[in-house]
């Protein structure tokens, strides 16, 4: 047998063992992934071109109607829109060719009340992460860490907006609340430490509702905290709300009656450091709120769509910047609350109970000493 026989003869018997049912299935599966990746930057265009917010205010509109709003070029408004409706972020009503938003997609995706939109935020996150690919793969190589403020200024743009959102609509309605005696705190003046705040919407939410209490927020990175102070001013919160560079074991003052960290303990490169210097500063009958992915304890738990998303971003920003810091840990953005659990009892916490959830992504923990 010769050499292009033997190599038909092996095609033949891998083409006889495909399952061409499974096969279809990863087939369309690749074809809805590309398609996401595709649709990415138009979502960007459609929320800073208005595209979305005029379809939630004025539709239903046809193609010429929508670019008579915003000010666009009609031909590039259909495609826009056609392709919008082939991903469902938008509808289409055949017999009058008109376009609309549903209350749920104009709820995602327009900015009818103020930057928040958190579909198009997280868009805007996944296509600026890939930016930092040729460091990532280096990173795959080395085994050294990207931190987090390596990424593109992108990447914080559409975190601050996807947080905005979830603090607007949860934070001081159902977490708080679900903690044991944390409301009645606030809402009478207590000190609170905001640690990996970011560009501090949820120190400057949480100052809003509770006036008579006084906040700090706590990141290190630099770049957040300069918008986080101006964001602050903004609001007219500057009397009871500051910010600091500094990192997250490192931060200062004690006797604190409530820490929170939202979506940040697992990007940290010594998450049990992190906990021991909250147990430090945190009041004997104070509490510590952990916001994290919501996920299951196990690898075959979380093998879903949104795991997918979490352990996508993990591997693009989370374990990198863990991994840039110092420490023996990088959780990932699927530790599991089990793991989390003996991260915050190993740096001395002794109440530690899961207070709610708010499906499908997120879970709030609370730790006492």
Request: overall charge negative; some cysteine.
């Amino acid at each position: 047998m010769t050499y292009n026989e033997q190599g038909d003869e092996r095609s033949r018997g891998d083409t006889m063992s495909i399952n061409e049912d499974r096969l279809e299935e990863l087939i369309e599966t690749a074809t809805t992934d590309i398609g996401a990746i595709a649709y990415a930057p138009l979502a960007i265009i459609g929320d800073r071109l208005g595209l979305y917010d005029a379809l939630a205010k004025h539709g239903p509109l046809t193609t010429r109607e929508l670019a008579n709003r915003t000010d666009t070029t009609e031909r590039y408004v259909r495609e826009w829109l056609a392709a919008s409706a082939a991903s469902d972020y938008v509808s289409y009503d055949p017999e009058t060719e008109q376009y609309s938003l549903s209350p749920e997609q104009a709820l995602l995706l327009a900015d009818t009340e103020g930057p928040a939109s958190p579909l198009a935020g997280l868009f805007q996150i996944a296509t600026a992460a890939g930016k930092t690919m040729p460091k990532i793969e280096t990173a795959f190589r080395t085994g050294e860490g990207v931190g987090w403020h390596e990424h593109d200024e992108e990447v914080f743009q559409g975190m601050m907006r996807t947080s905005e959102f979830d603090f607007k609509e949860n934070l001081v309605s159902d977490w708080i609340p679900a903690l044991e005696g944390v409301d009645e705190k606030l809402q009478e003046g207590a000190r609170v430490a905001d640690i990996g705040c970011g560009h501090g919407e949820s120190t400057i939410t949480m100052a809003r509702a509770y006036p008579k209490s006084t906040f700090v927020g706590y990141d290190y990175h630099e770049g957040s905290i300069k918008p986080a102070r101006e964001r602050a001013a903004t609001a007219g919160v500057t009397d009871r709300v500051s910010f600091e560079v500094t990192r997250a074991k490192e931060y200062d003052g004690d006797e604190y009656d409530f820490v929170t960290s939202f979506d940040c303990l697992h990007d940290m490169g010594d998450p049990v450091g992190v906990a021991a210097h909250v147990r430090e500063t945190l009041a004997d009958d104070g509490t510590w709120m952990i916001v994290e992915p919501l996920s299951g304890d196990r690898v075959e738990e979380n093998l879903h769509p949104r795991g997918r998303l979490y352990y996508s971003v993990s591997t693009m920003m989370c374990t990198p910047n863990a991994l840039d810091q110092e420490g023996p840990h990088a959780l990932g953005a699927q530790a599991g609350e089990e793991r989390l659990r003996e991260v915050v009892t190993e740096g001395g916490f002794s109440e530690f109970r899961r207070a709610t959830e708010t499906p499908p992504f997120e879970m709030v923990l609370e730790a006492k000493p």
